[in-house]
């Protein structure tokens, strides 16, 4: 059973012109995300931030709480699989997850189907 759908459109530009980039970076990424866009460089790098922060965006809105005082960024941590799935692997819904990311050149988009019984 489909608990929640939530999807995102997020701008990859916004991510280059951050006025405080470190904080809102740490406050976006969990440490296991926070080492691996640090291997990142140029384009890759912003794609990638903007990619975990469009996901957890997705989550939030199939969660059904959207992020703030229940759900958090910290909350949810997205890694890959062993083909390169992208793949939620912190979260708090108990249930299966799928995600989807895809980037253009100036726009990234994820969706997140929650399932399960909650």
Sequence with gaps: ????IGIDI???DRFRTLHNPETFISRVLTPNEFAEWKSK???RAYEFLA????VKESYSKAYGTGLGKKLNFQDIEIDYDETGKPII?????DGIV?????????HVVT????????
């Design 51 to 54: 990619g975990r922060f469009s």
């Design 41 to 43: 460089k140029g384009q």
């Design 89 to 93: 692997t912190k979260h708090p819904f």
């Design 111 to 118: 969706q997140v189907i929650l399932e399960g019984d909650k």
């Design 98 to 106: 799928h995600v989807s990311i895809s980037h253009s050149d100036h």
């Design 10 to 12: 997020t701008n990859i």
């Design 1 to 4: 059973m489909i608990y929640g």
